[in-house]
C-alpha cells in the first residue's frame, strides 16, 4: 500500500501561521518579560485610576473637607493621610496622575510629531540633510535639558502647555534617532528601489513605505518619551515654575512635603512614590517594548 503521507508536501499545521507571525512572536518575547509586563500592569492601573479619577475618590482634589483633621497621618479612612490645608492626600495623588500622565502623554505625542518625519527623512534622504538634523541633534545632546527647562520655563512663566512644549522639544531626539536608523536600514531594500524606479517621489516613498515599516521604533520611542517628560514636569514644578497650585501635581506636592518630612513623612513620602514607580513602570514597560519588538530578534 502507498503511503499517502510521503507523498507531496506536508501541509502546515493549523495555527503554524499565527505562531510563526511577527505580532506572535513579539507578544511571547515581551510576555517572557516579567518585568515589563508587570510594568505594564501597574502603569495600565495608574491610567485608570487617573481617567476614573471621581470614581476612585468621593472628594474633590481641592476640597478642604478636613480642616479639623490637618496633617492627619495616613488611616483605614484616609489612606494617604491629610495634607496642611485639609485636603485628603490620597485625592490629591489620583488626580496628581492626570496632570504628570497627561503632560507625559502630550510631550510623547508632541516628540513624535517632530522626530518621526525628521528621522525619516534624514534616514532617507541623508547627504547634507541628514548632516544638518544629526548636527541639531548634537546640540540638543550637550545642552543640559533641565538648565534649558528652567530658562524656557521661566520665559514663559511656566503652566502645563509650557512644560508639554519644553519636554517636547527635548524628547523628539530619541524618537529621530531611532526612525532614522530603521529607515536607513530599509533604504536598499528591494520594494524601495521598484519604488525608486517607478518613479515614486521621496515623499511619497517616507510616508507610504518606510514611515509604516518603522512602527517598531515609533512605539518604543513614544513610551520611552513619557517618563522623561514626567520627570522634567516634576522638576520645574518642584522648583516652582512649572504647573501652579490649586493643580495637583507630584512635584509640587513634592517640593511642598519637603517642609513637613520631619514631622509629617506621608506630605513627601507618597508623591515620591507615585512618581517613582511611574516612571519605573513606563521605562521598564519601553525597554521591554523594545527588546520585544527588535528586529533581529525575529526568530529566536
Known sequence: MTDLSAAGPALPRPGSAKRRSPLYLAWRRFAANKAALGAGIILLVIILMAIFAPLVSKTGPNEQAFLTKALAFPSSEHWFGIDDLGRDFFTRIVYGARVSLGIGLSAAVFSLLLGLPLGALAGYLGGRFDWVIMRIIELFSVVPPLLAALLLATLTRGGVWAIVLI???????????????????????????????????PWHIVWRHLIPNSVSPVIVGF?????????????????????????????????????????????????????????????LLGDGLRDALDPTLKGR
Open 167 to 201: 519636554a517636547g522639544l527635548f524628547g523628539w531626539v530619541n524618537v529621530c534617532l531611532l526612525v532614522r536608523a530603521q529607515v536607513k536600514s530599509f533604504r536598499e531594500k528591494e520594494f524601495i528601489m521598484a519604488a525608486q524606479a517607478l518613479g515614486a517621489s
Open 223 to 283: 513610551v520611552l518619551a513619557i517618563p522623561l517628560a514626567m520627570m522634567l514636569e516634576a522638576s520645574l514644578s518642584f522648583l516652582g515654575i512649572g504647573v501652579q497650585p490649586p493643580t495637583p501635581s507630584w512635584g509640587q506636592m513634592i517640593n511642598v512635603g519637603m517642609n513637613f518630612m520631619y514631622f509629617y513623612w506621608h506630605m513627601a513620602v507618597f508623591p515620591v512614590l507615585a512618581l517613582a514607580v511611574t516612571i519605573l513602570a513606563a521605562s
